[in-house]
C-alpha cells in the first residue's frame, strides 16, 4: 500500500530535524513537501494540532493532541511527535490512512478523522497577565 504524501510547515520541519528523529520518523520527514507555516492546510496533521484518529486494527477512535517531548502530558492527551503515533500521524490530512510499524512488531493503519487547530496560545497555556 501507498503511503499518502505528507505536508509540513516549514516551522515544523526545521524543528522536527533537530530532534534527531527515530529513522522512520526521519524518513517521513525526508519525504514530506514542505510549505510556509501561513499555507498549511487546517485538514493536516501539524505540532500542536488536536487529531481524532481511527486505528483500523481495532476499529477504536482517540483524539490526542501532537507535541513536542518535553509538552508531553498523557493525562491532557498531549502524546509526543517521536512516539509512534505522533510519527505515523504528523503531516497527514483528514481522511487519508498510514501504515505504522508499532513496537509489538505488527503495523497499524491509522486514518485521520478530524483535525482540529493548535490551542491560541499552544506553548503558554495557563499563563494569565494581571493588572497593574
Known sequence: ?????????????????????????????????????????PDVVGMHSRVRYCDESSGQLREVELVYPDEVDIAAGRISVLAPVGAALIGVSVGQTIDWPFPDGRPRTLRVVEVLPPPAEAGSAGVEETPA
Open 1 to 41: 500500500m501507498s503511503q499518502p504524501n505528507l505536508l509540513l510547515s516549514d516551522d515544523d520541519f526545521v524543528r522536527l530535524l533537530s530532534l534527531s528523529p527515530p529513522p522512520e520518523l526521519r524518513a517521513e520527514l525526508e519525504r514530506a513537501i514542505v510549505v510556509p507555516v501561513e499555507s498549511m492546510s
